[in-house]
């Protein structure tokens, strides 16, 4: 069923596109250049919405079936609160692009989404489990039946643990809307961030829900890949950021709660996170509101030394792949050695920042 799913997600992916693409021209949902903009011309954006029923009816297909094979396990609950809070997210967007949202409504509903699926996840893996008095991993690799850590600490520890998930989700929705501004940037960040939860559900769990959860995810955004990089080429839309981050920290958090090495669960986002929090502080440094348009991102600066989207965008994703590996590394060395993958991820944020000044450098010599 897992290739199956992924396969279904693709195609969906792919063909969806020739059905929504008549919808949004007639919509007249275009992506106009502002000051954050990297493109110069007026371009379809939206498809991100066939990103999203490729991926909630993938997602839907996996959950049906699991419950149908094992209808007592926990996993089939952890894919429909993925699913529902991909949804969320993805729908949230769509609103943003047809209608517009004030910021006061978003933030609400932000914080609404973030609340519920990680209060959801919480009480999914603490209910199928049980309590204990202890906390620390006690999981091993290749046992999907091994007890969640979640599971073994004090139920008041659950309360900033669901604060976490909730700043982390709905933090994590706008980076990836703020990083969305280049084309193959977000396709190939939802690729890459898919394949490694994939990764870490084979390796930590054996498979099962998480590895479902990356494949429908890489799939659903690589057959969005062609049409973006090809001509006359057409953007996500916020449906497709705000999907591609509710999907992506969703996942995380879910991954996190069930037991997989936090490195591994936070790996594919790091780049992401750090480029856009630099890039912020640096703003409110230099005396600039936080929230107004700019084009100062690490990604951005790439750009505009000369090179094409594609390759600011891969040199991003060449990144986040580092850093998923080091995540990933975590499930294989004892945690003892995950202070030393944790400073190799931080160096990679600090030289992905600096990468834009260094090839100036070198290109002014």
Excluded: C
């Amino acid at each position: 069923m897992t290739a199956t799913v992924g396969v279904l997600a693709l195609v969906l992916s792919l063909a969806l596109p020739f059905v929504v693409k008549p919808l949004l021209v007639k919509l007249g949902v275009m992506d106009v250049p502002n000051e954050r903009s990297s493109h110069e011309k007026p371009v379809l954006r939206g498809l991100g919405l066939a990103v999203l029923i490729a991926v909630v009816v993938a997602e839907a297909v996996a959950v049906v079936d699991d419950f149908a094979s094992y209808g007592g396990s926990f996993s089939w609950k952890m894919l429909l609160v993925i699913l529902l809070g991909t949804l969320a997210s993805g729908l949230l967007g769509l609103g943003e692009d047809l209608r517009g949202v004030s910021v006061p409504v978003r933030s609400a509903l932000l914080l609404v989404i973030a609340a519920s699926t990680s209060v959801a996840l919480i009480w999914i893996v603490r209910g199928s489990f049980g309590t204990g008095p202890y906390f620390g991993w006690i999981a091993s690799p290749g046992m999907p039946d091994s007890v969640p850590w979640v599971s073994l600490i004090p139920a008041w520890v659950l309360v900033p643990l669901a604060v976490y998930g909730v700043l982390f989700i709905s933090s994590y929705i706008n980076v990836a809307n703020f990083m969305d501004g280049l084309n193959g940037i977000s396709g190939l960040h939802g690729v890459i961030a898919g394949l490694a939860f994939a990764a870490a559900g084979y390796f930590w769990m054996g498979g099962g829900w998480l590895t479902i959860a990356g494949l429908v995810l890489a799939a659903g955004f690589a057959g969005f890949l062609p049409w973006n990089l090809t001509k006359p080429g057409a953007f996500l839309g916020d449906v497709g950021s705000y999907l591609l981050g509710g999907a992506v920290a969703v996942t995380s958090f879910a991954a996190f709660v069930a037991g997989v090495p936090v490195l591994a669960a936070i790996g594919p986002t790091i780049i992401y996170f750090g480029d856009v929090g630099t890039t912020l502080v640096k703003r409110v440094r230099a005396g600039h509101q936080w929230d107004e348009p700019h084009k100062e991102h690490a990604y951005q600066r790439l750009q505009q030394l000369g090179m094409s989207h594609l390759a600011a965008s891969s040199i991003n994703a060449a990144f986040t792949l580092a850093a998923s590996l080091l995540g990933l590394a975590s499930i294989f060395v004892a945690p003892v050695w995950w202070l030393a993958l944790l400073v190799g991820g931080l160096a990679l944020v600090v030289l992905y920042q600096l990468l834009p000044r260094l090839l100036a450098q070198k290109f002014a010599a």
